[in-house]
């Protein structure tokens, strides 16, 4: 008889000592065509200031995604969110999604947001969490090639 292996998914709170898993993924999972990826300097500035937390999925002890988010007083953004094209559609981006809104409850807040590309399939991932769309920023992601793309901003209570 064959063994089935199902590959466990770890959420685990990281930090500044992580940035180097963070930006492994970063640099894959985003696409540079769009502008959206932070750089490693923007990272390691945001962990440091107060309601700033990371969350990182790990399949079987190996890097798979992370979320950046904040919270400031009953408002919660979820600021990166990411996972290795390898590893995507067996739902770590969901589960990633469920804990920042479980933590970001926790912390008081009654509402979280977040900016998104217009175009990014991401959006089905927001759309069946509840989130709707409350604005837009015009050319807010400006892409590799100098095109701009506008951002929406989503939003779902807690
Ligand atoms: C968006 C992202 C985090 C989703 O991660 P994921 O682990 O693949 O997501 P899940 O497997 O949990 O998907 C949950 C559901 O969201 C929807 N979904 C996710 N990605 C989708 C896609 N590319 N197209 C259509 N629906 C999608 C589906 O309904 C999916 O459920 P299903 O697979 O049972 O149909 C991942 O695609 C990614 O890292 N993208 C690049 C970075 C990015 O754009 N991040 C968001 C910035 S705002």
Not at 46 to 71: E, H, K, Y
Request: hydrophobic share 45%; with cysteine; glycine share 10%.
């Amino acid at each position: 008889m064959s063994t089935l292996h199902s590959p466990a998914t770890d959420l685990i709170e990281g930090g500044v000592t992580d940035l180097d898993e963070v930006m492994a993924t970063m640099q894959i999972a985003f696409d540079p065509a769009f502008g959206e990826a932070w750089t490693r300097s923007q990272c390691s500035g945001i962990l440091g200031l107060n309601g700033v937390w990371l969350l990182l999925a790990r399949q079987d002890g190996r890097a798979a995604g992370f979320a950046l988010s904040r919270v400031v007083l009953d408002e919660a953004e979820l600021l990166l969110l990411a996972v290795q094209p390898a590893q995507r559609r067996f739902g770590i981006g969901r589960a990633l999604l469920a804990a920042v809104a479980e933590e970001a409850r926790f912390r008081g807040a009654a509402r979280l947001h977040l900016e998104m590309r217009e175009g990014n399939p991401a959006a089905y991932l927001y759309e069946a969490a509840g989130f709707a769309e409350i604005g837009r920023r015009k050319r807010y992601y400006r892409g590799r090639d100098g095109s701009s793309f506008d951002a929406i901003t989503l939003a779902c209570r807690l």
